[in-house]
């Protein structure tokens, strides 16, 4: 099993910043990618970003020149920088990792956007 703790959600203004970070530990070997979803209210889940262990990243196209996603491989850390954040990139946001065949989930951090 892989565990994954969340931190950084918040309130913050239209236009503001904020910064998530989640540590995975558990049975982190084998891990293939980290990444963020995000899921609104009646909304399904979606990707934000995610990140492979060979460092290469992928972003919604809703996201893009906004956030940054980085890893830290050593510490077994995956950091979402966002910036520019609109009323709607508030969501519950869930840390993801990924396994051949598997998903693994965080609590979620909830964001709000006030405009």
């Known amino acids: 099993q892989v565990q994954l703790?969340?931190?950084g959600g918040g309130l913050v203004q239209a236009g503001?910043?904020?910064?998530?970070?989640?540590?995975?530990?558990?049975s982190i070997f084998n891990i293939i990618a980290m990444g963020w979803y995000r899921q609104a209210p009646g909304k399904q889940r979606e990707l934000v970003a995610d990140i492979?262990?060979?460092?290469?990243t992928n972003y919604a196209d809703s996201v893009?020149?906004?956030?940054t996603i980085s890893g830290d491989n050593a510490k077994n850390t995956v950091n979402l920088q966002?910036?520019?954040?609109?009323p709607e990139d508030a969501?519950?946001?869930y840390c993801n990792a990924e396994?051949?065949?598997r998903h693994?989930?965080?609590?979620?951090?909830?964001?709000?956007?006030?405009s």
Request: proline share 0%.
């Open 5 to 7: 703790v969340e931190s």
């Open 52 to 56: 492979t262990s060979g460092g290469r």
């Open 99 to 101: 396994k051949i065949g």
């Open 91 to 93: 969501a519950v946001y």
């Open 16 to 26: 503001g910043s904020l910064r998530l970070s989640c540590t995975a530990s558990g």
């Open 82 to 86: 966002m910036n520019s954040l609109k």
């Open 64 to 67: 893009k020149g906004r956030f």
């Open 104 to 114: 693994y989930w965080g609590q979620g951090t909830q964001v709000t956007v006030s």
